[in-house]
């Protein structure tokens, strides 16, 4: 533990512990309003419960479309009694009697079509408006989650690279433990911050996937119209999060982080061998 990788690996772990203490301090001491904004937005249980907001909207917007626009498709082959409606006739002619069947018939159909119509466009405004629920959310909390992330890197490589020396060591069993348990403790942290963005991210990519069902399946020419838009809505907003635009926060950082610990590790071990 005496050699100049662990000395540096050391100054870096620590380094990050210094700067969140120190971050903390200044908001408790100095009371400064971006101080304290930085400080709830380091939060990491208050960005996952909005991420998981999020999520759970987009669920059931999808939900919604499905029990909306998808259901009676589905349920066109199940056996049903035709319903029976009863109609007056007060006219004296008898070819009045087609044209009021005729006139109903219409009416109704236009009543269903304008009613699912008004149905879609409350719906593509409830998902513009999820999606811009992203953005700023995305946006106010980009640099607390990027710093986050550095953060878990910077721990996983540091305690990674002592819980290999101590394994080389054999010297203390319970310093190896201790090593495992913060390992797990910021692999914990980084799941906290990655899987909420990455569910609210799969239900909303799950709403064009429904909206192309939908499209194929509807055969009204102002429903269709209608389902256009909202594809093409679907097509330009972009419902996901991103630290600061740097990169987008997904399970896909998970592999990449792995990837990257196991370099540095490589390199670190290497540099350990070198000096012996």
């Known amino acids: 533990m005496k050699?100049?990788?662990?000395?540096?690996?050391?100054?870096?772990?620590?380094?990050?512990?210094?700067?969140?203490?120190s971050?903390?301090?200044?908001?408790g001491l100095l009371g400064y309003r971006a101080t304290r904004e930085l400080n709830t937005r380091l939060r990491k249980i208050n960005f996952a419960n909005t991420a998981f907001g999020l999520g759970?909207?987009?669920?059931?917007?999808?939900?919604?479309?499905?029990?909306?626009?998808?259901?009676?498709?589905?349920?066109?082959d199940a056996p049903m009694k035709p319903p029976i409606t009863t109609v007056k006739v007060v006219s004296q002619h008898p070819l009045a009697l087609h044209q009021s069947l005729a006139k109903l018939t219409n009416d109704?159909?236009?009543?269903?079509?304008?009613?699912?119509v008004n149905l879609l466009r409350l719906l593509e405004e409830n998902h513009e408006s999820l999606g811009k629920c992203m953005r700023l959310v995305s946006n106010s909390h980009g640099f607390a989650v990027l710093f986050i992330?550095?953060?878990?890197?910077?721990?996983?490589?540091?305690?990674?690279?002592?819980?290999?020396?101590?394994?080389?060591?054999?010297k203390d069993s319970g310093m190896v433990w201790?090593?495992?348990?913060?390992?797990?403790f910021h692999a914990l942290r980084l799941i906290l911050v990655v899987e909420p963005c990455h569910l609210a991210t799969v239900e909303s990519k799950k709403t064009i996937q429904i909206v192309c069902e939908i499209e194929r399946k509807i055969h009204d020419p102002i429903l269709a119209e209608e389902v256009k838009k909202f594809w093409q809505q679907l097509l330009v907003v972009?419902?996901?999060?991103?630290?600061?635009g740097l990169c987008r926060v997904n399970r896909t950082l998970l592999t990449s982080f792995s990837?990257?610990?196991?370099?540095?590790?490589?390199?670190?071990?290497q540099f350990q061998n070198t000096n012996g």
């Not at 971050?23 to 908001?27: P, Q, R, S």
């Not at 890197?153 to 080389?168: D, G, K, Q, R």
């Not at 090593?179 to 797990?184: N, R």
Request: hydrophobic share 50%; aromatic share 8%.
């Open 3 to 21: 050699s100049a990788t662990s000395k540096v690996v050391t100054a870096l772990d620590v380094s990050v512990v210094v700067l969140a203490c």
């Open 23 to 27: 971050a903390g301090v200044g908001c």
């Open 56 to 76: 759970r909207r987009f669920r059931r917007l999808n939900v919604m479309l499905r029990n909306s626009f998808l259901k009676d498709n589905n349920q066109k």
């Open 108 to 116: 109704t159909l236009q009543g269903s079509g304008k009613q699912k």
């Open 149 to 170: 992330l550095v953060s878990c890197l910077l721990h996983l490589v540091a305690t990674s690279y002592f819980l290999f020396l101590e394994l080389l060591s054999k």
């Open 178 to 184: 201790l090593q495992v348990l913060w390992i797990i």
């Open 238 to 244: 972009d419902v996901e999060f991103s630290a600061s």
């Open 259 to 269: 990837s990257a610990i196991c370099t540095y590790l490589v390199i670190l071990i």
